[in-house]
């Protein structure tokens, strides 16, 4: 499978817990993105790297969250001190250079659940 | 107010009918359009992008109007297989956030 993959596929944690997320982007692209996605609601831009640069942050992501992209490939994505309101789907997703910048495909997301 | 909108729906649909929901956005810089598919649980996928001479996929045809700032998609022959959400997305430039409406959720019933 040549896709964006995520894992964990699902989390359940307790409130004031640490998570971490990975998202291995496709392999040829050089741009992945963080996005959240609530029920019933469509996915909210946490924060965009270009190789190993995070180039852009949306006020969504607290101090309590941190991304890194530390050799331009892989990507993780850490909550620390979980609330509830952190539950939700966490997608990733990249995109290539030039033309193909314009169109992101996701991967299978991380569902977490606060408890 | 959002920057993309998107009638909730449902749109409930007969099999065989065709049915055509819009998206308003609210950035006049927007400069990518695209209409997005999400099905329940799983990730969006790609449905098709939106050209400002409007296109066209099969049974799907997407309308991108800028002087008034809205995105349509039109389902001809609709299949239950169709049942989705579909969300419109905007983006600023090319590497930039996508901006997503919250998705019209169609329910094609035989």
């Known amino acids: 499978d040549t896709g964006v993959s995520q894992d964990p596929r699902h989390k359940i944690t307790k409130r004031g817990q640490n998570v971490t997320f990975r998202c291995d982007p496709i392999s040829e692209h050089n741009r992945l993105y963080w996005y959240r996605q609530t029920l019933g609601q469509g996915p909210e831009f946490l924060t965009y790297f270009q190789n190993e640069a995070q180039l852009e942050k949306s006020r969504l992501l607290s101090d309590r969250f941190s991304a890194e992209r530390p050799k331009g490939s892989f990507s993780t994505l850490e909550i620390q001190r979980t609330e509830q309101g952190d539950s939700a789907m966490y997608l990733c997703a990249s995109s290539g250079g030039g033309r193909d910048a314009y169109e992101q495909y996701f991967g299978p997301g991380t569902r977490l659940t606060v408890t | 107010r959002k920057e993309v909108e998107q009638d909730p729906g449902p749109f409930n649909v007969p099999e065989g009918a065709t049915v055509a929901f819009n998206c308003t956005y609210s950035n006049s810089a927007s400069q990518s359009f695209f209409w997005y598919r999400q099905d329940c649980r799983k990730e969006p996928k790609l449905l098709m992008s939106v050209y400002s001479s409007g296109n066209e996929d099969g049974r799907f045809t997407a309308q991108l109007n800028r002087a008034s700032q809205y995105i349509s998609l039109l389902i001809r022959d609709s299949k239950l297989s169709d049942s989705a959400t579909y969300l419109c997305?905007?983006?600023?430039?090319?590497?930039?956030?996508?901006?997503f409406g919250g998705g019209t959720r169609v329910l094609v019933k035989p």
């Open positions: 997305v905007v983006n600023r430039a090319a590497g930039n956030k996508l901006t």
